[in-house]
């Protein structure tokens, strides 16, 4: 069975030395730089084996983003050792093993599981599959069509179009990165070279682990893994690219218009810390996540039993590079404004400890601890969360999870909610049918903010009258823009040219005002921006036209 993540959940990740890990438990590093751990879990005689690579459109160049995510597909394809189209599936199949693949924009993994006395010939599958690859045509042509018919599927998922529009504005220069399909024109272009190209440099073994679980002896396993897996080679080719996460500057807004959203749906979103920046934010994210999900939470209360809104859920998402949580709301149609601007002040609240009954934060505590005891019932499963951690944070997990969730209280919550969601910036998004904005008239509250630098309004000649439409839909994104950046310095500069009467630029900022002001804007924030007036002296008509304006500058 294959799956494919958008987001891997992650149980609480904690630095362990050897010292550290629970007796059973053996690691050790071959010196080509494969990272390998052994569990020895004698409770059935199957063993699952699971081999993790650091790759995916994290650490993608543009050039090759989405080979990843077609390489894993092609991982039980032909290979040096077995040449012959389906022949790899017919020895997993004789060997009675079965096998599984998970696939996230930070890593892919890839299991098999089986009787004991097959791990050997397991370990000997996955080395052919890592290390001898072949890429035929014809698998690569089956491979790429089946990309672009999950291109087509998900692309008709109206929630899918808001995420990926929220990666776009969250993430603008790294959307790459957070796109773990990648880009379908480089897939569908791949050839074998291609390919190979891409495997040299990211199935390197210093780039992978490998992961063994199950009714062994370790010291025989390791023994087995150095001879299959020493010979491989490192070839020293890791890709290097920006660590560097772009941050927002200010908050913004998008609207996502398709015809196949049932409802409306808002989308705000948040940075937080990263697995390589902090730790224990993460930790309290998961707990919050918990917390704010219950049925009898505070935000379910303000939102659902006032009939504001039919759903509320926090969503977070564990990343090594640039993390993130995410709170989706589908509002009451009736009472849109209403429960967005609510949602708004919830970020406020959140950072009071009030906000938090100790009774909830007990029973959120008590259901992760629990979650995290069921998603390791099997080796299979303890694998797979191993894996996740790994290519989250390097080998790194959790043996102390309950003890260091239960040490988390409503003043830590209350923390993280000041440091990462109270007057932070956000991105907002709402996904909406042009039938549903029409009817609801969301552009009232709602609408698609632009970059401060392109809040540049024109004027007529000698007027403070607006310029057309565009600049009437403009002034009205700004006020929306302002308002949900009121603790952002800026200054509006106002210009007429010399052939214009003397007070035209002072009667543009005045026109502006009043609007600002009619619009609910604060008497305070508008005296709070500070105005320039300029006069300029155009020579054509053009420049003439150019200078009569006004513009909105963020003061830095």
């Not at 599981?113 to 050997?120: A, E, I, L, V």
Request: glycine letters at 4%; proline letters at 3%.
């Amino acid at each position: 069975m294959k799956k494919f993540v958008f987001a891997v959940c992650c149980f609480g990740i904690t630095q362990l030395s050897n010292a550290q890990l629970p007796s059973n438990y053996f690691q050790e590093t071959l010196d080509n730089g494969l990272q390998v751990l052994v569990i020895e879990n004698n409770y059935q005689p199957i063993v699952n084996v699971t081999t993790c690579v650091k790759n995916g459109t994290a650490y993608e160049a543009d050039s090759v983003s989405g080979l990843g995510y077609l390489l894993s597909k092609l991982f039980t394809g032909a290979n040096k050792d077995f040449p012959l189209s389906g022949s790899f599936q017919k020895q997993i199949n004789k060997i009675g093993a079965v096998y599984n693949q998970q696939f996230t924009d930070e890593g892919s993994s890839f299991s098999f599981s089986g009787h004991q006395k097959n791990t050997t010939a397991i370990l000997n599958l996955i080395n052919s599959a890592f290390r001898n690859p072949l890429y035929p045509a014809d698998e690569i042509a089956a491979a790429v069509s089946q990309t672009e018919n999950e291109y087509q599927t998900i692309k008709s998922d109206p929630f899918y179009l808001l995420n990926d529009d929220m990666n776009h504005q969250l993430w603008t220069n790294n959307y790459s990165r957070k796109n773990s399909l990648g880009n379908y024109k480089t897939i569908s272009n791949a050839d074998a070279a291609v390919l190979l190209k891409y495997h040299q440099q990211f199935y390197q073994p210093q780039r992978c682990c490998l992961i063994l679980n199950g009714a062994v002896n370790h010291i025989e396993v390791f023994a087995s893994i150095e001879k299959i897996f020493g010979t491989w080679k490192n070839d020293n080719t890791n890709p290097v690219l920006s660590s560097k996460i772009f941050k927002p500057e200010y908050s913004s807004q998008f609207v996502t218009s398709t015809p196949l959203t049932p409802v409306p749906v808002f989308m705000v979103s948040f940075q937080i810390p990263d697995l390589r920046e902090n730790l224990n934010p993460n930790l309290e994210a998961m707990l919050l996540q918990e917390l704010l999900n219950e049925s009898t939470s505070q935000v379910k209360n303000n939102l659902i039993s006032t009939e504001l809104a039919n759903d509320i859920q926090v969503i977070y998402n564990p990343a090594k590079f640039g993390g993130q949580i995410n709170f989706m709301l589908a509002a009451n149609t009736s009472k849109l404004q209403t429960a967005y601007q609510t949602l708004l002040n919830q970020f406020i609240l959140m950072s009071n400890n009030g906000y938090y009954t100790q009774q909830l934060l007990d029973k959120a505590k008590a259901d992760l601890i629990e979650n995290k005891k069921r998603s390791s019932e099997t080796v299979s499963d303890q694998n797979i969360l191993l894996a996740n951690s790994w290519l989250l944070n390097s080998f790194n997990w959790e043996t102390n999870f309950e003890e260091s969730i239960n040490q988390i209280s409503t003043d830590d919550l209350a923390n993280f909610a000041a440091l990462y969601l109270n007057h932070q910036v956000f991105i907002s998004g709402l996904v909406i049918s042009p039938a549903q904005k029409q009817m609801y008239q969301t552009d009232s509250f709602f609408m698609s903010t632009k970059g401060a630098e392109d809040y540049v309004f024109s004027f007529t000649k000698n007027d403070a009258t607006f310029l057309g439409v565009e600049n009437q839909i403009k002034l009205q994104s700004l006020i929306q823009w302002l308002k949900i950046n009121d603790g952002i310095k800026m200054e509006l500069s106002c210009y007429q040219d010399a052939v214009e009467r003397k007070e035209t630029a002072r009667d543009r900022f005045v026109s502006m005002y009043k609007t600002m002001l009619d619009a609910g804007l604060s008497s305070d924030l508008l005296q709070s921006i500070p105005v320039s007036i300029f006069i300029q002296h155009g020579i054509s008509e053009s420049e003439i036209q150019s200078n009569q304006k006004v513009v909105l500058k963020i003061v830095k």
